[in-house]
């Protein structure tokens, strides 16, 4: 039984780590004022960006310790650059926020299966990145003698970086000054604008910090868990991230919570289709569990949740 739960358990932090990263980006993004429905595919030009990089990499230097870092950095700033071009749409244009969330949900995976093609001889999926190229595992060492603490804690270094980053996030958007601009400008642009605040940089940055993170995200896939991109890698953990931001009332602790319980239910699908529970379930049905879990939460369990007060409210500066 405690071999099971451990299971479960770890399977929960693998899987909850790529939405954290994106909710989070999620909760920089719309507490600065501006909607990112584009989530899904800023994870997926990460995921492409940092497994490619990582590749090539290696397969020129070797499996040296810098190798995986350099590769996600890489989906980092993939996905910022996706994050940019948000920002110029829908901050600079005044542009949909929503359709240019959508815009950016069907160029990232077009351009990734596109770039996929022409760098590996029209293969849609990456090679396999070496095992030795792959993010690390911190405690491995630590924890390979101990098998039931090792199947919960012995997780790649995106798990943990991703839990840090839910502390900074806490850290800047609540005790920092920039924090206080960020949330000022997503509740009273106006008001933010009158004080000397620059509205634009601001979601600028908020925006650009969301694809990063995403990118990041979706790297955490194809970099530990999988260990390459293929096109079917990011299926629905952009939205799920989105949910979870909801769910968590658009704040870091929150939005983690939620990507916990998400987390927790891939587990549990994964868990049920195993040959040793020996529950003859269809794998379409399994399948399902997360998305049904995603509804039902949002539908029973949120309440009355309130976004930032501007969001997804362009802003025009004089414009009364």
């Not at 400008?185 to 925006?207: M, Q, W």
């Amino acid at each position: 039984m405690w071999k099971d739960i451990a299971l479960i358990l770890g399977t929960t932090l693998m899987y909850a780590t790529p939405l954290i990263y994106g909710a989070l980006g999620a909760v920089f993004s719309e507490n600065s004022g501006v909607v990112n429905i584009g989530i899904e595919g800023m994870m997926t030009i990460g995921a492409f960006s940092g497994a490619a990089a990582t590749f090539i990499f290696a397969d020129l230097y070797g499996p040296a310790w810098w190798v995986p870092w350099l590769g996600f950095l890489i989906a980092g700033l993939a996905g910022g650059f996706f994050g940019l071009l948000h920002a110029i749409a829908s901050v600079t244009f005044n542009a949909d926020q929503v359709i240019s969330g959508i815009a950016i949900n069907f160029l990232g995976p077009g351009l990734a299966i596109y770039l996929s093609g022409r760098i590996f001889e029209g293969s849609t999926t990456t090679p396999a990145i070496p095992l030795e190229a792959k993010l690390v595992r911190p405690f491995h060492e630590m924890l390979k003698n101990k098998p039931i603490l090792g199947m919960v804690f012995d997780q790649y270094v995106s798990v943990y970086i991703a839990f840090l980053f839910v502390c900074i996030a806490w850290y800047i958007l609540y005790k920092t000054k920039l924090g206080l601009r960020i949330r000022a400008v997503g509740e009273h642009p106006k008001a933010a604008d009158t004080l000397g605040i620059n509205v634009y940089k601001i979601r600028y940055f908020s925006v650009i910090l969301s694809g990063i993170l995403s990118g990041l995200g979706g790297a955490s896939l194809s970099m530990a868990i999988i260990a390459n991109f293929r096109p079917t890698l990011i299926s629905g953990q952009g939205y799920i991230a989105l949910a979870a931001m909801i769910f968590g009332k658009w704040k870091p602790q929150g939005a983690m919570w939620a990507c916990l319980l998400f987390g927790a239910t891939t587990a549990l699908q994964i868990y049920l289709g195993s040959p040793q529970v020996g529950w003859k379930i269809s794998t379409h049905l399994l399948s399902m569990i997360p998305y049904v879990i995603t509804l039902i939460v949002l539908m029973g369990f949120v309440g009355k949740t309130h976004a930032p007060a501007a969001d997804g409210i362009p802003y025009e500066k004089g414009k009364r």
